[in-house]
C-alpha cells in the first residue's frame, strides 16, 4: 500500500473510490484495500469461527456457513493453526517421552519459554535479555512493584489513571496496604477534563511536574481498556524520570496491537498478558520487561529456582545463583502447554514487523472510523487522531445498548459491550479484513433498525 503512504484513511479511501469511480462507502473500495493488502495472507494463519461457530448467532438472520466478524481481538485474540499442532507435539512426547521431555524434543520443557523471547521482545520493543515469560499478567504486576516500590515517608504516591483496569487498580492499592500507607492519600488517580473522554498528555506530565517529589512510581496502562486511548508513553517516562520516579506500564492492549519501544523509551518496567492481540489463548503465558540499566541495582523481594542461574540451577546447593534483571525473577517452571500457542503466535508476527503492522492498523481502524461518522454522525469533520489510538474504537450510544449488542451478536458478529454505553471494536491486522469492517458497518445498521422496533 505504499500508494497510500502520507495520506490519512479518508484521504485513501476518497482516493480509491474515485479510481474505482464508486462510493466511498461501497464494498468495493473495502475489496480493492484488501487485494492490495500486503499482510492479507496473514489471515490464513488463524482460525476464523464461522457465524453458525458463535453460540448467539440466529441463523433465520445470517448464513450460518460464512465467516464470523470477529473484531474482538482486544479481549480474546484468534487461534493460530499451529497451535493444535504444537500442543499436539509436546503430549507425544509426554506420553512417549515422560520425563525425559524436560531437556529432549523441539521445546525441551525447562527452558521453552525462553526459546521465544526473543520473538516477544520484537514485539514489545525490548532486548531479550529484558523479557521474561511468565505467571500471569498481575502475577508479575505484584511481582514488579514489590521491587519498584519502595515508598519513604515523604515519596509514597503511586499515579494511576482513574478508571484503570480493575486488576491494576487493585494490585496498587493491596501494595500501598502491604507497606503501611493508606490508598486514600497514597494512590494518586487522574481523570480527563470535565467533559471530556481522555486523558491530555499535558495533564499528565503536568501532574507528574506538580506532584512527583511525593510520587514514588508512575503506572499507566499503555492503552486504555474501556476508551482505547494510547498513551504517550514515551513522554510519561521522560516526565516520571525528570523528578525521580519510576515508571511503568500495563501493556495488555498495547503488546502485539502498537508499535512499542520499551528499550528506547527508558521504560523501568512493563507488563502484558498474551491471550488479546498476542493470541495465546485464555489465561495465556504473561510477559514481565525491566529495563536492563536496573541489572545490578533492583532485585526481586520473592525469588524461586526458576530465578537461579539455569547452568547450575540442578545442582540443587540451595546457594542461589540469582540470574541478573527481569530473568531473577522467574519463581518456577512454566507450562509447556501454555507455551505452545504462545510460540505459535510468535512466529506468525515474525512474518512481519510491527511497523508493518501499525501501518495497516492505521489503516483498517481509521476506514472503521469513516464509515462510522458516515453513517451515524451529523458532524464527520472530527479530526483524525491515529496516533492517539491502537486497533480499538469505543463506540459510545445514546439508545440502549444492550439491545443494540444482542441483535449485533445474532447476526454472526463477535464484539464486546461495556455497561453504560459502548461497544468496543477492535479490527486486528493480523486476521482482519477491510471487507471485515464494511460487513461490521452493514450489520451494525441492521442492529440498529432492528432494535428501534
Known amino acids: 500500500m505504499d500508494q497510500f503512504v502520507g495520506l490519512t484513511p479518508r484521504e485513501t479511501v476518497e482516493k480509491v473510490s474515485s479510481s474505482l469511480g464508486c462510493s466511498p462507502t461501497s464494498a468495493e473500495v473495502a475489496a480493492h484495500l484488501d487485494k492490495r493488502?500486503?499482510?492479507?495472507?496473514?489471515?490464513?494463519?488463524?482460525?476464523?469461527?464461522t457465524v453458525a461457530d458463535l453460540p448467539p448467532s440466529d441463523l433465520s438472520k445470517v448464513k450460518g456457513s460464512q465467516e464470523c466478524i470477529y473484531m474482538v481481538g482486544n479481549s480474546l485474540g484468534l487461534q493460530p493453526k499451529k497451535a493444535r499442532k504444537y500442543l499436539e507435539e509436546e503430549l507425544e512426547n509426554w506420553a512417549k517421552m515422560g520425563v525425559h521431555g524436560h531437556v529432549l524434543g523441539p521445546r525441551p520443557w525447562s527452558w521453552a519459554e525462553n526459546t521465544i523471547e526473543e520473538l516477544m521482545a520484537n514485539v514489545v520493543g525490548a532486548k531479550t535479555e529484558e523479557v521474561a515469560l511468565m505467571n500471569g499478567l498481575t502475577v508479575n504486576l505484584h511481582l514488579l512493584l514489590l521491587s519498584f516500590y519502595k515508598p519513604?515517608?515523604?515519596r509514597h504516591k503511586i499515579l494511576l489513571e482513574d478508571k484503570a483496569f480493575p486488576s491494576d487498580h487493585y494490585a496498587v492499592e493491596s501494595q500501598i496496604r502491604l507497606r503501611g500507607f493508606?490508598?486514600?492519600?497514597?494512590?494518586?488517580?487522574?481523570?480527563?477534563r470535565p467533559g471530556e473522554e481522555t486523558l491530555r498528555t499535558e495533564d499528565i506530565v503536568r501532574r507528574i511536574e506538580e506532584e512527583g517529589d511525593s510520587i514514588a512510581v508512575v503506572m499507566f496502562s499503555g492503552i486504555q481498556y474501556y476508551t482505547g486511548q494510547l498513551f504517550n508513553m514515551a513522554a510519561i517516562t521522560e516526565a516520571g524520570h525528570r523528578k525521580g520516579c519510576f515508571v511503568g506500564f500495563d501493556c495488555a492492549h498495547a503488546a502485539g496491537n502498537v508499535e512499542l519501544k520499551l528499550h528506547d523509551w527508558g521504560v523501568d518496567f512493563a507488563c502484558w498478558c498474551s491471550y488479546k492481540y498476542i493470541n495465546s489463548g485464555a489465561g495465556g503465558i504473561a510477559g514481565a520487561f525491566i529495563h536492563e540499566k536496573?541489572?545490578?541495582?533492583?532485585?526481586?523481594?520473592?525469588?524461586?529456582?526458576?530465578?537461579?542461574d539455569l547452568k547450575t540451577r540442578f545442582r540443587m546447593n540451595n546457594v542461589l545463583d540469582l540470574q541478573p534483571g527481569v530473568s531473577g525473577f522467574r519463581l518456577s517452571h512454566q507450562p509447556i502447554l501454555l507455551v505452545c500457542p504462545?510460540?505459535?503466535?510468535?512466529?506468525?508476527?515474525?512474518m512481519t514487523s510491527m511497523q508493518e503492522l501499525r501501518r495497516k492498523s492505521i489503516l483498517l481502524t481509521g476506514?472503521?472510523?469513516?464509515?462510522i461518522l458516515h453513517y451515524f454522525r451529523e458532524d464527520a469533520s472530527q479530526p483524525h487522531k491515529a496516533h492517539q489510538r491502537g486497533c480499538q474504537l469505543s463506540l459510545c450510544f445514546s439508545v440502549p445498548i444492550r439491545t443494540v449488542f444482542q441483535e449485533i451478536e445474532k447476526r454472526g458478529v463477535a464484539c464486546d459491550m461495556r455497561?453504560?454505553?459502548?461497544?468496543?471494536?477492535a479490527p486486528v491486522p493480523l486476521y482482519n479484513s477491510f471487507t471485515d469492517v464494511h460487513r461490521f458497518i452493514e450489520t451494525l445498521r441492521d442492529?440498529?433498525?432492528?432494535?428501534?422496533?
Open 37 to 49: 493488502d500486503p499482510l492479507r495472507a496473514l489471515r490464513g494463519e488463524f482460525l476464523l469461527p
Open 152 to 154: 519513604t515517608a515523604t
Open 182 to 192: 493508606d490508598p486514600q492519600k497514597s494512590m494518586l488517580l487522574i481523570s480527563p
Open 294 to 308: 536496573h541489572n545490578d541495582t533492583v532485585k526481586p523481594a520473592l525469588v524461586g529456582w526458576w530465578g537461579h
Open 342 to 350: 504462545l510460540q505459535a503466535s510468535l512466529e506468525v508476527f515474525n
Open 367 to 371: 476506514y472503521l472510523e469513516f464509515l
Open 419 to 425: 455497561e453504560p454505553s459502548v461497544l468496543r471494536i
Open 447 to 453: 442492529a440498529l433498525t432492528a432494535s428501534s422496533t
